[in-house]
């Protein structure tokens, strides 16, 4: 059973950093992408960076800059380096792993959420 654990959330002034981390167990006969979605209050999940399994990456186009996503070679963790925070960036943050169980079909699995808040 694939299981993702994120960590590393928290309370930070505007303008400071987070780095967020994910990991990831159980065994996937192939993994597409890795990546960490977002979700505020009242608002719809949002993406907000991805990684694939070749290596390219994807973000917001408001976090773009101050973001970086990055995975281990093994894609059994994912971190998402946040700076430069701002206020609007609060949201619980979620780890997302796109990847087939068996050779024919694909399943997301996300991980519990990690709640950022950028307030001072």
């Known amino acids: 059973q694939v299981q993702l654990v994120e960590s590393g959330g928290g309370l930070v002034q505007p303008g400071g950093s987070l780095s967020l981390s994910c990991t990831v167990t159980?065994?996937?006969?192939?993994?597409?992408?890795m990546g960490w979605y977002r979700q505020a209050p009242g608002k719809q999940r949002e993406l907000v960076a991805t990684v694939t399994s070749g290596g390219s990456t994807n973000y917001l186009e408001s976090v773009k800059g101050r973001f970086t996503i990055s995975r281990d070679n093994g894609m059994n963790l994912v971190y998402l380096q946040m700076n430069s925070l701002k206020p609007e960036d609060t949201a619980v943050y979620y780890c997302?792993?796109?990847?087939?169980?068996?050779?024919?079909?694909?399943?997301?699995?996300w991980g519990q959420g990690t709640q950022v808040t950028v307030s001072s």
């Open positions: 997302n792993v796109r990847g087939y169980a068996s050779p024919t079909s694909w399943t997301d699995y």
């Open positions: 159980g065994s996937l006969f192939s993994i597409v992408a």
